[in-house]
């Protein structure tokens, strides 16, 4: 199974960017979709999540600003990001929780991360 993230890159504060992560393999099901990012010497951190019930949170600092969605035949998680920050700065990686055959346990997949830089 792999988790491919691309749409990352360079944009003016106040811009927009959309990420896109698809998950490919041997996936059987695909429970929980969610961003993450990771900012230079700081902790990995959520972003957005997505359930397979259709719920979704944000954390505080990106709600209003920021939109998770997925389409399940595509097995793909996006997130839209408008009104960017300097604060928004950071890799982002995609996650999900995939089972593999009807049998296996979930397991948490990670992708490689994407790098989105927001100039002031």
């Known amino acids: 199974v792999q988790l491919q993230a691309s749409g990352g890159g360079l944009v003016q504060a106040g811009g927009s960017l959309r990420l896109s992560c698809e998950a490919s393999g041997s996936i059987f099901s695909i429970g929980s979709m969610a961003w993450f990012r990771q900012a230079s010497g700081k902790q990995r951190e959520l972003v957005a999540l997505?359930?397979?019930?259709?719920?979704?949170t944000y954390r505080d600092s990106v709600k209003g600003r920021f939109t998770i969605s997925r389409d399940n035949a595509q097995n793909t998680v996006y997130l839209q990001m408008n009104s960017l920050k300097p604060e928004d700065t950071a890799v982002y990686y995609c996650n999900a929780d995939i089972r593999t055959s009807a049998t296996s346990i979930w397991r948490h997949y990670w992708g490689q991360g994407t790098q989105v830089t927001v100039s002031s």
């Open positions: 997505f359930t397979t019930s259709g719920r979704t």
